[in-house]
């Protein structure tokens, strides 16, 4: 019997082309997961996130026959799920900020305080990990898709570009301003932490 | 290269995508501005951290209706 599971994404879909629709079961189980984050990390609501899990397998199904395999699978889906999440996002809240005009929160750099001496396990708790789930949340939608796409789900940047018929240089420079933005968020946390632990600190006094 | 030039590049230069000259002039200012090595090790710093934040689990009734719905069996 053949073990689907080491078969690659394309090896698949062409199994799944042949009429082998189980060889689907595979696929579905080798990207629901990241489908699944990315669009609750999008909409926030996990019955949102349900839909476009949901519609993004059913419609990339009924399209895997014009699937050319210019791109990835992956690409290809990530794609689709993310049109989706966005005309869901857009149907509720059509404000759309453009990263390309320059916005009131592009400061000039700060002083910043170095957080990056700590080992990351010791750093990455449930409290940070909140904290950055709601930074994500905060961002314009722009900011968010690009950085999810690109940072968080590890896609490169030219992959990021074709999703989101972007230029690879439009792309670079919104990672570039959401990094420096959840940059001086973290920064902020790690300073007001500090800040909270010194306080609790005992005090030593003369004598 | 001044400070400015370095802030320009920094998410390029963390995603090891400034080469040859440039990636010199770049780290020849890094190992004389501490400024600016603050800013490369807090934002690279920043992009590792979020690099891993845990992902959910589809939940199991969520994967259930979504077989069901594609007519798959899990």
Redesign the interface.
């Known amino acids: 019997m053949r073990d689907s599971s080491k078969l690659t994404d394309f090896q698949l879909v062409d199994l799944v082309r042949g009429g082998e ?2 060889a ?2 595979h696929l ?1 189980q080798r990207y ?3 489908i ?2 990315l669009a ?1 990390r999008l909409l926030r609501r ?1 019955e949102d996130a ?1 839909d476009v ?2 519609e993004t ?2 419609s990339a ?1 009924r399209a895997l026959p014009n699937f050319k395999g210019d791109s990835q699978f992956g690409t290809w889906l990530y794609r689709i799920a993310t049109n989706f999440a966005l005309m869901k996002l857009r149907g509720k809240k059509p404000v759309f900020v453009s990263l390309d005009e320059p916005r009131d929160d592009d400061q000039p ?1 700060v002083e ?5 001496a700590d080992p ?1 396990a010791d ?2 708790d449930s409290e ?2 909140h904290k ?2 709601e930074a ?1 949340a905060k961002l314009p939608e722009d900011m968010r898709t690009v ?1 999810l796409l690109r ?2 789900e ?1 896609l490169s940047n030219s992959e990021v570009a074709e999703i989101l018929d972007l230029s690879v240089a439009a792309v ?1 420079s919104r ?2 301003r959401t ?2 933005q ?2 001086r968020d ?2 902020r946390y790690f300073s007001e932490r500090e800040a909270a632990r010194a306080s609790r600190a005992p005090r030593t006094s003369k004598g | 290269m001044n400070c400015l030039d370095v ?1 320009g590049r ?3 230069y963390i995603d090891q995508e400034v080469a040859g000259e440039v990636c010199k002039e770049l780290e020849a200012h890094l190992a004389t501005c501490p400024h600016c090595r ?2 490369v ?19 199991g009734e ?2 259930e ?3 069901k ?6």
């Open positions: 629709q189980a689907y079961r579905v629901e997961g990241k699944y984050n609750l996990p349900e899990l949901q397998f059913l199904y750099p910043l305080t170095d957080f990056s990351l750093v990455l940070l990990r950055m789930e994500i950085f940072d968080i590890g670079k990672l570039h990094r420096l959840l940059r973290l920064a | 802030m920094l998410s390029d603050i800013e090790n807090t934002l690279r710093r920043t992009v590792e951290l979020y690099h891993r934040i845990p992902s959910s689990h589809v939940p969520v994967e209706r979504l077989f719905v594609l007519n798959l069996r899990r």
